[in-house]
Structure formats: C-alpha cells, structure tokens
C-alpha cells in the first residue's frame, strides 16, 4: 500500500515556523503592549512561552527527528482461518507468527487486523491494506503471491455423525444443501461446481467475523446438509465449540496452496522478495518446523 511519504525538510520548515510565530507573540507582549499591566501581560508571554517549547518538543518527538520511516508499517487483514490465521493473541496462527519473524526484525510494524474475508479482500486491492493472509489463487485478481505457500489446504466435506453421505465427486452434491463462505475461492472442482448451477439443492453462503461457526450451528440444527472448510481449519473450530463428536469428515479434494498475498502496487515487489528470503532463513535454521508444530501442522 502506498501511503503518503513525511517530507523531512517541509516537516521541520513547518515545525520552524510554528515556533517563530510564538516568539513573535511573546516579543509583541513585550515590546508594543509596554503600558499593560504585568498581571495581563504575564499569562500572555507565559502562553507564548510554553506555546514555543510545545513546538520543539513535537519537532524532535518525531520519528522524522531520528531518520525514521514512519510508513514502515504492514497491515495483514483476514477472517479467523485458525490455525492459518487465529485470533490476536499470544498464537496468532503460522501466517501471521511467520510474518512477524520475517518483518519485524527488518523494522516493520506488523498490524494484523481480523475482517471479514470480503473487507480483507476489498481493502487489499484498494490499497487500504497491504496484504491477506490465507489467500489462493483463485481470491480476488491482482494478488501478488510470493514463491513459498504457508500450507496446502484442501476443499473437505462435513456432515453430522450417523449421515451416511460421503462424497464421491461432484455429482453427489447435487441434491445437497451445501454450506460455503461468501467471497471464499474455493478448488477447482468445488468453484467450477458452484459456478455451473449444477446444484439441485441449495448453497447458504455465510459471512462475517463468525461465518464458520455459522455454518457449524446450522449443520447441527439441520438447516444444511454439507459444509465445505478446509480439514486444518474445520477440526481446529470443531474443537474449539466443543462439537468434534458432533460432525464428521465425509472425504474431500484437493485444493491450492495458500499464502500471504500481497496488495497490488510497488510496495508488494520489495514484500514479496523479503517474505521468500525469510522464509529461506526460517528454513535453515529449523525456526519454520517449530513454528508450524506448535500447531499440531507439519509443513
């Protein structure tokens, strides 16, 4: 994302002349107001006094003061996918502990911010967010993906425990009342299946910060019969609401590799080269094998 660059000079040509106007005001009290009493002209120049030290107190604060650049920031956006991408917290999930452990120490800020999968994508191809996080390629056009995927995922199909359905190919769907995530890209099969109208039942495309467990709850109230999620991502959510013993996996196919895709623009070319450079480093030093392994993944 391109954000608008601090001109150093004009900053402190601004920060220069903020602080000229308040000697002027002190001078002033001083020199054209000589007839005025001390108790009115006291708060005055005691005004103009601490306006001026105000102003070179925010001049040096600055991180222009240090040489520093304050754009130096990354803003991950994405729905919870965990353990891809999990809540804010100690175990953030994989994509977002690898991109800190590439970035940060290169001196970016890394802001990860949870949205609804639509907003993330929106907000990257407008510029108002640098990168996704679980991203294939099938999201959204102008992604710009680097060479290394954080996990290859696949389209799995659940059910209720005791439903006899499995899937067989696409065929077997048909009658099915299919349980999806709106602006999700799934695999091949699953989109080109979605697309063809070939479904004599019906999709429910859930959305939101919860769309997941919406489709959870609406599987055990019977309300959809299928639910596609990639396996990772489904057992880490069924554990989490406590219904493991409730669903099951009933097969699925295998979908694209995701990644951490970044905004369009040229920002995206100097992000991209970092990210698969670190994950080299992040290769060669094992740090990679620990960080997917505190998630119970291997890579």
Not at 26 to 49: C, D, E, G, H, I
Request: charged share 20%; with cysteine.
């Amino acid at each position: 994302m391109q954000r608008m660059k601090i001109n150093a000079s004009r900053f402190f040509s601004q920060c220069k002349n903020f602080a000229l106007v308040c000697v002027c005001i002190k001078t002033y009290n001083y020199n054209f107001m000589p007839n005025t009493s001390k108790n009115y002209r006291a708060p005055l120049v005691q005004a103009a006094s601490l306006c001026f030290f105000f102003a070179l107190a925010v001049c040096m604060a600055s991180p222009v003061a240090y040489g520093q650049d304050v754009n130096k920031s990354i803003i991950i956006e994405a729905d919870e996918w965990c353990p891809i991408n999990c809540a804010n917290g100690p175990k953030p999930g994989i994509g977002i502990e690898i991109a800190k452990r590439i970035f940060e120490p290169l001196g970016y800020s890394v802001i990860y911010k949870i949205v609804p999968w639509t907003k993330a994508l929106s907000d990257v191809q407008s510029g108002k967010a640098d990168a996704v996080v679980g991203a294939n390629r099938n999201d959204g056009k102008g992604l710009i993906f680097p060479d290394y995927s954080l996990f290859n995922m696949s389209d799995d199909f659940y059910v209720r425990k005791g439903n006899p359905w499995r899937y067989q190919g696409p065929h077997t769907l048909k009658d099915k009342r299919l349980g999806i995530i709106s602006g999700y890209g799934y695999g091949d099969v699953v989109t080109e299946f979605l697309s063809s109208g070939s479904s004599s039942g019906k999709v429910f495309a859930a959305s939101g910060a919860r769309a997941l467990a919406e489709n959870v709850e609406k599987l055990r109230d019977g309300k959809i019969d299928v639910i596609v999620e990639s396996k990772p991502v489904m057992e880490y959510t069924l554990s989490v609401l406590d219904v493991s013993n409730e669903i099951v996996w009933a097969g699925g196919v295998r979908q694209l590799p995701v990644y951490l895709a970044f905004a369009p623009g040229p920002k995206a070319t100097e992000l991209r080269v970092l990210f698969d450079a670190g994950v080299k480093k992040l290769q060669a030093s094992r740090e990679l094998d620990a960080i997917y392994a505190a998630y119970g993944l291997r890579r």
